[in-house]
């Protein structure tokens, strides 16, 4: 099992850039392959980015490609997400997400696909 703690969230003006941060428990965190989701009111679980456990292979959603990285260090138990360009339809609470394996399987953007999550941070980028 793994606890997860996001931070890093924010207010942001359009065209700014931010860095989450997701800090796991436990000396087994590079067991787990990770992901970041978003949600903005009234809206469904978006997924935004996911990395395997070595960070040898990262996804993106259509809409965060090109502006978001994902990165991890295991050495510090911690899961990264740099935005930059970032716009007012990128807020939202962002969540990161363990999945109970080393790797991603074919469902990495589906939240179902997770077994842990954090309790959200929260960005707002303003027009």
């Known amino acids: 099992q793994v606890q997860l703690v996001e931070s890093g969230g924010g207010l942001v003006q359009a065209g700014g850039s931010l860095r989450l941060s997701c800090v796991g428990s436990?000396?087994?965190?590079?067991?787990?392959?990770m992901g970041w989701f978003r949600q903005a009111p009234g809206k469904e679980r978006e997924f935004v980015g996911a990395?395997?456990?070595?960070?040898?292979?990262?996804y993106y959603g259509d809409s965060v490609k090109g502006r978001f990285t994902i990165s991890r260090d295991n050495a510090k138990n911690a899961v990264y997400l740099q935005m930059n360009s970032l716009k007012p339809e990128d807020t939202g609470d962002y969540y990161c997400?363990?999945?109970?394996?080393?790797?991603?399987?074919?469902?990495?953007?589906?939240?179902?696909?997770?077994?842990?999550w954090g309790q959200g941070t929260q960005v707002t980028v303003s027009s």
């Open positions: 436990g000396r087994s965190f590079s067991n787990y392959a």
């Open positions: 997400g363990a999945r109970g394996h080393r790797l991603l399987g074919l469902g990495y953007h589906q939240k179902d696909e997770y077994d842990y």
């Open positions: 990395i395997t456990w070595s960070g040898s292979r990262t």
